[in-house]
């Protein structure tokens, strides 16, 4: 009986160690991916030729154009993105008028520690124009889940 409680044992602590080290290496591999790139789409004038048979015809459609009129990344309006880890989640608002970030609001904060950790970082990402804000020491979590609320508002905002 007493060899059978220590392969329980060893069995058990098996388990919850490989258990935080899942949780740890994911944790650690979502701190290191770098955010997501902000794209855009710029079309290119091509030179059709297969509609031009006769090659005396044919006119190139090119124009060296030197001034492409900047298409807005964003969407003027309000809208709210969520961002949520292991320690809990965080709603936010993100206003956005003229291709900038005019207020951030943390409309909703169910996170493990005190929402007045990161109470500093609404202003800090319209100052920065991005969701890119410096890490909150002791409040890392809640960064995080920050961090990814207002990219995924600023991504309900973007103009495709």
């Not at 007493?2 to 329980?8: D, E, P, R, Y």
């Not at 005190?114 to 920065?128: C, F, K, R, T």
């Amino acid at each position: 009986m007493a060899q059978m409680n220590k392969k329980w044992v060893v069995l058990c602590s098996t388990a919850i160690t490989a258990v935080y080290a899942a949780g740890y290496f994911t944790t650690e591999t979502e701190a290191a991916m770098p955010p997501l790139p902000h794209h855009t789409q710029v079309s290119i004038p091509t030179n059709d030729i297969s509609k031009n048979n006769n090659p005396s015809n044919v006119k190139s459609t090119y124009t060296n154009k030197h001034h492409i009129s900047p298409k807005s990344l964003y969407k003027d309006g309000t809208y709210t993105g969520m961002g949520n880890n292991r320690r809990g989640s965080i709603e936010v608002s993100v206003t956005i008028k003229n291709d900038k970030i005019t207020d951030v609001e943390v409309s909703h904060f169910a996170m493990h520690y005190s929402e007045s950790d990161i109470a500093g970082l609404p202003s800090e990402v319209v100052q920065n124009q991005s969701e890119q804000v410096r890490n909150v020491s002791g409040a890392t979590y809640s960064t995080r889940a920050f961090q990814d609320a207002v990219q995924n508002a600023l991504s309900s905002a973007q103009n495709v």
